[in-house]
């Protein structure tokens, strides 16, 4: 079994930077982060592949949030940078088991295993 831990919310202001990080135990997966606000379904924000050398983002997030991994720890991040009071929402990691095509990095029902969520929140 698999758990993922994430951590590095908060509450900052429009315009700041905030940098999530997931702990995972075990091998080492595609992650993807994910994020839900009040509402609204879960929406992909980012995904990174096993060796770190694929990164994928959603458009609203382009040019301002990267992803990266340490796989000596085992750990995923998102620097989230120009942060906007619309990135306010609970953002999940998530790994995926296997071998498949970048293009369901994207979707949700693809991934294995979810951490519980951390909250951003983005005042104006």
């Known amino acids: 079994q698999v758990q993922l831990v994430e951590s590095g919310g908060g509450l900052v202001q429009a315009g700041d930077s905030l940098r999530l990080s997931c702990a995972a135990s075990?091998?080492?997966?595609?992650m993807g982060w994910f994020r839900q606000a009040p509402g609204q379904e879960r929406e992909f924000v980012a995904a990174?592949?096993?060796?770190?050398?694929?990164?994928y983002y959603a458009v609203s997030v382009k040019g301002r949030f990267t992803a990266s991994r340490d796989s000596a720890k085992n750990t995923v991040y998102l620097q989230m940078n120009s942060l906007k009071p619309e990135d306010t929402a609970v953002y999940y990691c998530?790994?995926?088991?296997?071998?498949?095509?970048?293009?369901?990095?994207?979707?949700?029902?693809?991934?294995?295993?979810w951490g519980s969520g951390t909250q951003v929140t983005v005042s104006s």
């Open positions: 075990g091998r080492t997966y595609t």
């Open positions: 990174i592949s096993v060796s770190g050398s694929g990164t």
């Open positions: 998530a790994a995926k088991r296997g071998v498949s095509s970048s293009a369901t990095y994207y979707n949700a029902a693809a991934y294995d295993y």
